[in-house]
Protein backbone atom coordinates (compact mmCIF):
# COMPACT_ATOMS: atom_id res chain seq x y z
CA UNK A 1 0.00 0.00 0.00
CA UNK A 2 1.50 3.50 -1.04
CA UNK A 3 1.15 6.28 1.49
CA UNK A 4 1.99 9.95 0.82
CA UNK A 5 1.71 12.84 2.76
CA UNK A 6 0.28 16.18 1.67
CA UNK A 7 1.09 19.87 3.41
CA UNK A 8 -1.35 22.54 2.65
CA UNK A 9 -2.34 25.98 3.87
CA UNK A 10 -6.00 26.40 4.25
CA UNK A 11 -7.74 29.95 4.52
CA UNK A 12 -10.67 30.37 6.87
CA UNK A 13 -12.45 33.49 6.80
CA UNK A 14 -14.61 33.39 9.48
CA UNK A 15 -14.81 31.44 12.85
CA UNK A 16 -15.31 27.95 12.39
CA UNK A 17 -16.19 24.75 14.85
CA UNK A 18 -14.22 21.34 14.54
CA UNK A 19 -15.36 18.47 16.39
CA UNK A 20 -14.07 18.15 19.84
CA UNK A 21 -13.21 21.27 20.14
CA UNK A 22 -14.15 23.15 23.18
CA UNK A 23 -15.47 26.53 21.33
CA UNK A 24 -14.99 28.01 17.56
CA UNK A 25 -11.39 28.33 15.85
CA UNK A 26 -10.60 32.22 14.88
CA UNK A 27 -10.31 33.03 11.01
CA UNK A 28 -6.76 33.05 9.62
CA UNK A 29 -4.71 30.48 7.70
CA UNK A 30 -4.32 26.93 9.22
CA UNK A 31 -1.23 24.47 8.43
CA UNK A 32 -2.86 21.06 7.80
CA UNK A 33 -1.12 17.93 7.09
CA UNK A 34 -3.09 15.14 4.50
CA UNK A 35 -2.35 11.42 4.88
CA UNK A 36 -3.59 10.05 1.36
CA UNK A 37 -3.35 6.29 0.34
CA UNK A 38 -3.13 5.12 -3.03
CA UNK A 39 -6.02 2.97 -4.52
CA UNK A 40 -5.83 1.26 -7.99
CA UNK A 41 -9.13 -0.12 -9.59
CA UNK A 42 -10.07 -1.32 -12.98
CA UNK A 43 -10.74 2.34 -13.38
CA UNK A 44 -7.25 3.42 -12.97
CA UNK A 45 -4.95 4.66 -9.40
CA UNK A 46 -5.71 7.30 -7.45
CA UNK A 47 -5.01 8.85 -3.81
CA UNK A 48 -7.83 8.92 -1.16
CA UNK A 49 -7.57 10.97 1.77
CA UNK A 50 -7.59 8.58 5.11
CA UNK A 51 -6.58 11.08 7.53
CA UNK A 52 -6.01 15.11 8.42
CA UNK A 53 -4.35 17.10 10.67
CA UNK A 54 -4.52 20.66 11.72
CA UNK A 55 -1.75 22.65 13.48
CA UNK A 56 -3.57 25.20 16.20
CA UNK A 57 -3.29 27.86 16.76
CA UNK A 58 -3.53 29.57 13.08
CA UNK A 59 -0.37 30.76 11.11
CA UNK A 60 0.71 33.77 13.29
CA UNK A 61 -1.90 33.67 16.39
CA UNK A 62 -0.19 33.18 19.66
CA UNK A 63 -1.71 30.32 21.73
CA UNK A 64 -0.90 29.05 25.44
CA UNK A 65 0.70 26.44 23.28
CA UNK A 66 0.73 24.89 19.99
CA UNK A 67 -1.27 21.63 19.57
CA UNK A 68 -2.29 19.87 16.66
CA UNK A 69 -6.38 18.15 16.24
CA UNK A 70 -6.66 15.25 13.92
CA UNK A 71 -10.23 15.79 11.13
CA UNK A 72 -11.98 13.52 8.93
CA UNK A 73 -12.08 14.36 5.42
CA UNK A 74 -15.45 15.21 5.75
CA UNK A 75 -15.64 17.42 8.82
CA UNK A 76 -12.75 19.45 6.97
CA UNK A 77 -14.79 20.00 3.64
CA UNK A 78 -17.74 21.03 5.74
CA UNK A 79 -15.89 23.34 7.48
CA UNK A 80 -14.37 25.06 4.72
CA UNK A 81 -18.04 24.75 2.55
CA UNK A 82 -19.59 26.94 5.25
CA UNK A 83 -17.05 29.23 5.29
CA UNK A 84 -17.58 29.93 1.32
CA UNK A 85 -21.35 30.92 2.03
Known sequence: ?????????????????????????????????????????????????IASTVYLPAIGMRGPSSRTADISASDLDAALDQDRH
Request: hydrophobic content about 35%; proline content about 6%.
Open 1 to 49: MNVRRRQATIRVHASFHLPGAERPLPEGEYHVVHNEVRCVSDAGAEWRR
